[in-house]
């Protein structure tokens, strides 16, 4: 099974940017799709971006399209979310997830273990 390590978050300052990283081990991630979710705090998870395994479908939630990209280097087994123009409500716990697919990312998948995104007004 593929496991999953992310990197990249902390602390940001509103208008600045952050680059979270997930490293998947395992052969078995090139074929899968990879999700980025937050999960602010008292409200529910929310997906905010996932990526095909071959980089050639990409969705974002609405409240970071233009802001947020998400990107895949095969080369590394790592996915990335580029986090620019952040907000203080992009305050979150940020999670990776490998999926079989974009269009099953909601209901399978294997979780990261989430990194803190703190952005200070």
């Known amino acids: 099974q593929v496991q999953l390590v992310e990197s990249g978050g902390g602390l940001g300052q509103a208008g600045g940017s952050l680059r979270l990283s997930c490293a998947a081990s395992?052969?078995?991630?090139?074929?899968?799709?990879m999700g980025w979710f937050r999960q602010a705090p008292g409200k529910g998870r929310e997906l905010v971006a996932a990526?095909?395994?071959?980089?050639?479908?990409?969705n974002y939630a609405d409240s970071v399209k233009g802001r947020f990209t998400v990107s895949r280097d095969k080369a590394k087994n790592t996915v990335y979310l580029q986090m620019n123009s952040l907000k203080p409500e992009d305050t979150a716990v940020y999670y990776c997830?490998?999926?079989?697919?974009?269009?099953?990312?909601?209901?399978?998948?294997?979780w990261g273990q989430g990194t803190q995104v703190t952005v200070s007004s």
């Open positions: 997830k490998a999926a079989a697919t974009i269009a099953t990312i909601m209901y399978e998948g294997l």
């Open positions: 395992g052969r078995t991630f090139s074929r899968n799709a």
């Open positions: 990526i095909s395994w071959s980089g050639g479908s990409i």
